[in-house]
């Protein structure tokens, strides 16, 4: 099981269940709505070390 997670809002799934999803830095981030794929548009590397910071050692977005 792939697990992606939300850096807006801290949400999980299975890799292939949400669609909205955003590019920074050559990888692929996975959103539960539009709400939070805007809100890390507009900052990524702020909601990057946020749940960097609430979720020591899990990477959010596994790529493979």
């Keep these: ?4 997670y939300d850096v807006v809002c801290g ?3 299975e890799k292939g269940n949400w669609t909205s999803q955003s ?3 050559g990888k692929t981030y996975y959103f539960c709505c539009n709400g939070c794929k805007g809100a890390f548009e507009k900052s990524p590397d702020y ?3 946020n749940f960097a910071e609430e979720h020591p050692g899990v990477d959010p ?4």
């Design 1 to 4: 099981m792939n697990m992606v």
């Design 11 to 13: 949400m999980s799934t």
């Design 23 to 25: 590019e920074h830095e």
């Design 47 to 49: 909601h990057l070390a």
């Design 61 to 64: 977005s596994p790529q493979g």
